[in-house]
């Protein structure tokens, strides 16, 4: 991420990287399905990028002492790129959206669905069942809204498109 973060702004390989990378809806729709992993990378300044990576690396780390260290990262980049995709969907064809944090909020999703699914032999039916979904909605509320930049669409596609990647790993 720390290459990616600056390479755009040193023009590397001479290459446009916002316009190559950034998550544009109507590009994605058309079929430029690559720029749902490619703008996962580029982020808007360092904080944007400190921010992904201290919350993105506390989930990470979750995550691997769950499902192991390789099949963790892929999953969080897949649900990112998925999350990116609704997102694609859901908004206008104008939309454009750079950063790591529809993966962090996919990672969220993951961790959620998985502890959820661990709870149901205990919990059964009862309400408290749902809690570790709650708990994670009550942080995709609290991280994810705030800010004039925020894309909120892009969290909450990230979040469920990790809650039904986390579901299949869970039952898989």
Not at 20 to 29: K, N
Not at 96 to 122: D, M
Request: hydrophobic share 60%.
């Amino acid at each position: 991420l720390f290459f990616l973060y600056g390479a755009p702004r040193r023009q590397a390989f001479s290459l446009d990287w916002w316009s190559a990378g950034t998550a544009q809806a109507g590009r994605i729709v058309d079929g430029e399905w690559w720029r749902t992993l490619t703008a996962l990378g580029l982020h808007a300044d360092i904080g944007h990028l400190a921010s992904n990576l201290a919350f993105g690396s506390g989930l990470g780390l979750l995550l691997t002492q769950l499902l192991g260290t390789g099949l963790a990262w892929l999953a969080i980049l897949l649900a990112g790129a998925f999350g990116n995709a609704l997102c694609a969907l859901l908004q206008p064809a104008t939309h454009a959206a750079v950063g790591a944090s529809t993966a962090v909020f996919g990672a969220l999703g993951i961790l959620a669905a998985l502890a959820w699914k661990r709870q149901v032999a205990i919990w059964r039916l009862r309400l408290r069942r749902w809690l570790p979904f709650a708990a994670g909605l009550m942080l995709l509320a609290y991280l994810g809204v705030g800010g004039e930049r925020t894309d909120v669409v892009g969290h909450f596609a990230g979040f469920v498109a990790g809650a039904v990647l986390g579901t299949a790993l869970a039952i898989g």
